[in-house]
Nanobody, 117 residues
Framework: QVQLVESGGGLVQAGGSLRLSCAAS????????MGWYRQAPGKQRELVAD???????NYADSVKGRFTISRDNAKNTVYLQMDSLNAEDTAVYYC???????????WGQGTQVTVSS
C-alpha cells in the first residue's frame, strides 16, 4: 500500500523559510513525477511545483525564484524549499506522486503552512 508522509509545515513569519519533505513508502513501480500542490481556504488546489524522474521541473509563476523542488530517487522522497514566504503562500500543502504506465496517482494527507504578516 502506497503511503506519502509529509513533514515540515508550520507557522513562519513573512520573509522566512520552510522546507517540506514527503517520503513515499510501499512503492513497487517507477515514479514519473513527484510534486507539491497547495489549497488555500476557499480556493481550488493548485500546482506549486513538480519534478520528473528525468530532472525536469515545473513551477507555478507565483513561486518561481522563491521555491525549489528536489527529490531523492533512492529514498522516494521529494522536498520543497520555500524561501521569502508571504501571506499568500498560506495553505495546506499536499505531496503527489504519479506514474504513467500504468497510470497511478497518490496524495499525501497534507501539511499546513501558515505565514504571518
Amino acid at each position: 500500500q502506497v503511503q506519502l508522509v509529509e513533514s515540515g509545515g508550520g507557522l513562519v513569519q513573512a520573509g522566512g523559510s520552510l522546507r517540506l519533505s514527503c517520503a513515499a513508502s510501499g512503492i513497487t513501480f517507477s515514479i514519473n513525477v513527484m510534486g507539491w500542490y497547495r489549497q488555500a481556504p476557499g480556493k481550488q488546489r493548485e500546482l506549486v511545483a513538480d519534478l520528473s524522474s528525468g530532472g525536469f521541473s515545473n513551477y507555478a509563476d507565483s513561486v518561481k525564484g522563491r521555491f525549489t523542488i528536489s527529490r531523492d530517487n533512492a529514498k522516494n522522497t521529494v522536498y520543497l524549499q520555500m524561501d521569502s514566504l508571504n501571506a499568500e503562500d498560506t495553505a495546506v500543502y499536499y505531496c503527489n506522486v504519479a506514474a504513467y504506465s500504468p497510470y497511478r496517482n497518490y496524495w499525501g494527507q497534507g501539511t499546513q503552512v501558515t505565514v504571518s504578516s
